[in-house]
């Protein structure tokens, strides 16, 4: 017994100050956006919208694993990846609020965010976005509060409420469908908040909504299996079971044939014809400006590559090989939805009749829009560092008893 | 409404009579002018208004309904609704849509000394747009004016135009003189294709067969 117990700096806390660090920085230059308006970016009526959208629509992406692995547990029965669910679940509610975070910086009168859920007009793929994020932020809220209850220094500290979040685990089913529903919905409808605008050329097609979906399905997961695999090698506070990580994986490989196959569709039907302004936009992404993103970063390194590795049992079984496939997902959806936002807008719109070459123009984010999207995405890893540290939101071998609480409503009980 | 290409000389008197009339910042123009080819050895303005489309994608996507259709087809604004997330400027065909990225402050150049604007100036944050001048169309019908035919009840670029290339009214009403010109002229629209059904009319340039 030493008399003063001296604090040592370990890793972990280093890892929360610089995130911390980071986080600040962000919100600092949240207020600034906030006092004196979007002319610190370098977004312009041409190019309306740019970094802060794409990394809302990856945190939704990326929040896809929560609705997937609830409605793999809950409705279809596989009670074994209810630990994995819980990760997921978690990590769907801090990728939602950072989605809402980038969106209030996003648009021009932050103060009005709460319009789009007085005003109504269902016509706009955006206003179904706005009231599906919201009621399902509500569900991730009532699906998480079971990991708020178990923690224990909630139950030393409030045994009462910890016992009350810990009973809405027993609607873990109905909520499971009812963001199977809204997730279905708004993951697709994002994509088609871009393909029904006729104006661009390049984003006016039924597949978008596809794809996005799909992409989703692949990136929501694997984030969720990277950050299980990171956990359990980083902290002792978090437990993995391998084969369920495997199994999971060879999941997200699979869908990721599924992508490739709509992509490949999607792509050679773009491919035939000259069509004004997709023609361009399409000769952006395979040979332009976007051309390395598009086929490294989207195609190559997010998508062919992890499939092999996260099919091939052998490649896929090396558990450092598997964390950098699923790395590579989760780089390749945030790539995709880069590409398309960019690819839309970099060519400009004509609309004079005799004018048949078409324009470009440019966008490279400003330092403020990299800083607060840094902020961003820091405070969103901070939350998640606190999640497994203090909530243990990465434990494969805690769940049994509340497992059997559960009623599951649609598969019979084994 | 109704520009005719022929008589258009693009010296940009209605881009400025519009700025005066609607307070429309230096950065942003509701109505622009552009060079548009040529006909014989004569350039070819093309001067842009919003188009008013009676498909306007704007309305269709306005998740807040601040993009919206008047009973008279006008597409308006509501700057009070506007949340400022600007899908209907990457939904719009014309880019006839700003946004106001900051706020703008201190006296208008465009402004002369012996007027002011007839609308209030738009705030920061939201996106601002051409109403064909909605607030002199209604002062004028509640005056018993008739827009198109009484100078204070219509659109101030249309007053504005030296040529005379700019003609407004009503196309419901087959006497009104754009109804006239469209039944007598050939005409055209923009980007008719994406079935916008934009509300302006243009008549093209000839070349001059002396």
Partial sequence: MSPQRRFVPRPFHLWLVFLAAVAAAGFAGMGYIFTHGLAATNLTDLVPW?????????????????????????LLGLKRYQPVARTATFIGLVGYSMAVLTLLLDIGRPDRFWHALVYWNPHSPLWEVTMCVTLYFTVLLLETAPIFGHAAWMQRRFPALARR???????????????????????????????????????????????????????GPALTLLISHLAGWLTPHARVDRSLLD????????????????????AL??????????????????????????WAGEILLGAVIPAVILLVPRLRRHALLQAVALGM?????????????????????????????????????????????????????????????????????????????????????? | MVIDQQKCTGCGYCTLACRANNDVPP??????VIEAGKAGDKTVFLSRPCMHCEHAPCVEVCMVGASYHRPDGIVMMDYDKCIGCRYCEVACPYSVRAFNWEAF???????PAWGEPEIERRPRGVVEKCSFCSHRIDRGLTLGLKPGVDPSATPACVVACPVGARIFGDLNDPES???????????????????????????????ETA
């Avoid at chain 1, 708004?186 to 597949?207: C, M, N, V």
């Avoid at chain 1, 999941?251 to 709509?262: C, D, E, K, Q, R």
């Avoid at chain 2, 916008?196 to 070349?207: M, Q």
């Fill in chain 1, 165 to 219: 979040l810990g009973t809405i685990h027993h609607y873990a089913p109905y909520l499971a469908i009812v963001g199977l529903g809204l997730s279905m919905l708004h993951q697709s409808s994002l994509g088609a908040t871009y393909g029904i605008l006729k104006a661009r050329p390049i984003w006016y097609r039924p597949d978008l909504s596809v794809l996005f979906m799909v992409s989703a399905m692949a990136g």
């Fill in chain 1, 269 to 294: 039907s773009m491919s035939y014809t000259y069509e004004p302004g997709r023609t361009e936009s399409l000769r952006l992404l395979t040979r332009g400006g976007l051309a390395f993103n598009f």
């Fill in chain 1, 329 to 414: 997902v989760v780089g390749g959806v945030v790539a995709y939805r880069w590409d398309v936002n960019m690819a839309g807008q970099l060519v400009v719109l004509t609309y004079l009749p005799q004018e048949i070459a078409t324009r470009y123009t440019q966008y490279m984010p400003s330092l403020i829009e990299f800083v607060t999207g840094a902020g961003v995405i820091a405070y969103g890893a901070l939350a998640i560092t606190l999640g497994v540290r203090y909530l243990h939101i990465v434990d494969h071998r805690q769940e049994e008893a509340v497992e059997a609480e559960t009623v599951s409503v649609l598969a019979p009980a084994d």
């Fill in chain 2, 27 to 32: 950065d942003i123009s509701w109505n622009r």
């Fill in chain 1, 50 to 74: 740019g970094l802060w959208i794409t990394i809302d629509l990856s945190a939704i992406a990326m929040s896809a694993g929560a609705f997937l692995l609830c409605a793999a547990v809950y």
């Fill in chain 2, 177 to 207: 003189q754009v109804s006239q010109v469209l039944a007598a002229q050939p005409a055209y629209r923009l980007r008719e294709d994406l079935g916008t059904s934009p509300r302006v009319y243009y008549l093209p340039a000839r070349e």
């Fill in chain 2, 105 to 111: 402050t201190g006296p208008n150049p465009a402004v």
């Fill in chain 1, 247 to 266: 199994r999971l994986a060879n999941f997200v490989g699979w869908v990721l044939v599924g992508y490739l196959y709509f992509r490949f569709w999607d």
